[in-house]
T-cell receptor, first 113, second 117 residues
Framework: NAGVTQTPKFQVLKTGQSMTLQCAQD?????MSWYRQDPGMGLRLIHY???????DQGEVPNGYNVSRSTTEDFPLRLLSAAPSQTSVYFC????????????FGEGSRLTVL | GENVEQHPSTLSVQEGDSAVIKCTYS??????FPWYKQELGKRPQLIID?????GEKKDQRIAVTLNKTAKHFSLHITETQPEDSAVYFC????????????????FGKGTHLIIQP
């Protein structure tokens, strides 16, 4: 199993550009989520999904869109990047059983100029 | 939603000494209490967790203790080593086995543990 795979690992954007961060998991996890990590702010939830076709907003959803067309994939879209979206982004998944341990991807470092 | 606080935000200890990080939470429905470790430039990973029906759990040099009445739980690391240097996050929640997991985890802001040689 590859676990949770995120691409790209690094990206530089100009203000106003759009891009998609990809996330895929091969553990058949129902739950997937996106977090952003900023210095001193911990991990803040952007969007999450409890299954294909179902998404919901987290703590900081503004400026981001998500969709969940398959169990495996959960892309995060920035429609018009802003410097405030400079951050490290983590995708995480878990099974809807047992405790719910989160499995994280390696992270994507995004810089918006 | 859950209000989570971690203390201290930074902890510096001598190698070989013990370290304790405390996490307080607000939601009395929380019954699952994990700790995640994030080394510099790496992803967070679960290192230990506890359910509310247990007061303490140990795994070699790390342990977690829970005070459900006071709504706090703590991570204890004994005989600290250089590889313990990392940021540690707590994320109290309602476990999926008890009907939780319908939304996302709320993480504490993290504790930066520094092991001095």
């Amino acid at each position: 199993n590859a676990g949770v795979t995120q691409t790209p690992k690094f990206q530089v954007l100009k203000t106003g550009q759009s891009m998609t961060l990809q996330c895929a998991q091969d553990m058949n996890h129902e739950y997937m989520s996106w977090y952003r990590q900023d210095p001193g702010m911990g991990l803040r939830l952007i969007h999450y999904s409890v299954g294909a076709g179902i998404t919901d907003q987290g703590e900081v959803p503004n400026g981001y869109n998500v969709s969940r067309s398959t169990t495996e994939d959960f892309p995060l879209r920035l429609l018009s990047a802003a410097p405030s979206q400079t951050s490290v982004y983590f995708c995480a998944s878990r099974a809807q059983s047992n405790t719910g341990e989160l499995f994280f991807g390696e992270g994507s470092r995004l810089t918006v100029l | 939603g859950e209000n989570v606080e971690q203390h201290p935000s930074t902890l510096s200890v001598q190698e070989g000494d013990s370290a304790v990080i405390k996490c307080t939470y607000s939601d009395s429905a929380s019954n699952y209490f994990p700790w995640y470790k994030q080394e510099l430039g790496k992803r967070p990973q679960l290192i230990i967790d506890i359910r509310s029906n247990v007061g303490e759990k140990k795994d070699q040099r790390i342990a977690v203790t829970l005070n459900k009445t006071a709504k706090h739980f703590s991570l204890h690391i004994t005989e600290t080593q250089p590889e313990d240097s990392a940021v540690y996050f707590c994320a109290p929640t309602q476990g999926v086995w008890s009907g939780g997991g319908a939304d996302g985890l709320t993480f504490g802001k993290g504790t930066h543990l520094i092991i001095q040689p």
